[in-house]
């Protein structure tokens, strides 16, 4: 049964990502999602080496990267790009994994309704005020590209989380 929960949660990343880039020109950008794990393995030298693998087994603990590669098939710039890419459920960020050259990234703590700054991220509570959101809190990751994406132009954009 965890077999099969976390493989749906391999497929729902990828099949969610699919559908997750938007930008003025559409049908521009090609999306390629990857949910993966470092492992440490030896190499032909005897030293231990870290390495990426598929994240086709993971255990409660596990920290998964999920990324998204993106390449612009268009022959003209695609301007005002944003990826969304949910934290899958039963998945917990981590705090300060996303990486994006040249994006500026927000968070939701709604299920993608709203995208803001960590900083300003806020969850209402039972008694109606408001508290800091932690990062069990967090339902997606938005990176929006600064500049406009150049026709074949290519880049990844990643973050952390770690199944409950």
């Known amino acids: 049964m965890r077999k099969s929960i976390i493989a749906f949660f391999a497929i729902s990343f990828l099949a969610i990502s699919a559908f997750s880039a938007f930008a003025e020109t559409r049908g521009a950008i090609e999306l390629t999602s990857l949910a993966e794990k470092e492992v440490v393995v030896t190499d032909a030298s005897g030293k231990a080496v870290k390495k990426l693998v598929a994240a086709e087994k993971v255990i409660p603990g596990d920290e998964i990267i999920y990324s ?11 301007e005002k790009v944003v990826l969304d890419n949910p934290v899958p459920e039963h998945m917990i960020y981590v705090p300060g994994s996303a990486e994006g050259r040249d994006t500026s990234i927000t968070f939701s703590v709604d299920g993608g309704k709203t995208y803001h ?3 300003d991220l806020r969850v209402k509570k039972a008694d109606g005020t408001y508290r800091p ?11 929006t590209l600064k500049k406009a994406v ?4 290519k880049g990844r954009v990643s973050f952390k989380a770690k199944l409950k």
């Open 68 to 78: 998204v590669s993106f390449r612009h098939v268009s022959d003209k710039p695609a």
């Open 117 to 119: 700054p960590e900083k």
């Open 133 to 143: 959101a932690m990062p069990e809190d967090y339902t997606g990751v938005r990176w």
């Open 150 to 153: 150049r026709p074949g132009e």
